[in-house]
Nanobody, 125 residues
Framework: QVQLVESGGGLVQAGGSLRLSCATS????????MGWFRQAPGKEREIVAA????????YYADSVKCRFTISRDNAKNTVYLQMSSRKRGDTAVYYC??????????????????WGQGTQVTVSS
């Protein structure tokens, strides 16, 4: 069993920065690809960013390119999402997810096997 715990969410002003963390336990984070998703009220869950098992490949949704950075520290079993130049449209619950198999990043939420409980991020104007 794999447990994922997100942290770092909160209230941030538009244009500000925030870093989310996702700590994994049960298996080392180097064992699987990871992704960050978000879900805003009344909207479907969407992919934000994803990273391969090694960290050598990454994916970003068009809406966050050049503003968000996903990274991982396999020694600490943690994946990060650095968010800069925040916009009000970034307000959502952010989830991290892990895929149990494979090595490359995945985009579809259905590809992930384990999910964190989510952390709320609110961007104020």
């Amino acid at each position: 069993q794999v447990q994922l715990v997100e942290s770092g969410g909160g209230l941030v002003q538009a244009g500000g920065s925030l870093r989310l963390s996702c700590a994994t336990s049960g298996r080392t984070s180097s064992s699987y690809p990871m992704g960050w998703f978000r879900q805003a009220p009344g909207k479907e869950r969407e992919i934000v960013a994803a990273i391969s098992r090694s960290g050598g490949s990454t994916y970003y949704a068009d809406s966050v390119k050049c503003r968000f950075t996903i990274s991982r520290d396999n020694a600490k079993n943690t994946v990060y999402l650095q968010m800069s130049s925040r916009k009000r449209g970034d307000t959502a619950v952010y989830y991290c997810a892990a895929e149990a198999y494979g090595s490359g990043y995945r985009v579809a939420s259905s590809a992930y096997d384990y999910w964190g409980q989510g952390t709320q991020v609110t961007v104020s104007s």
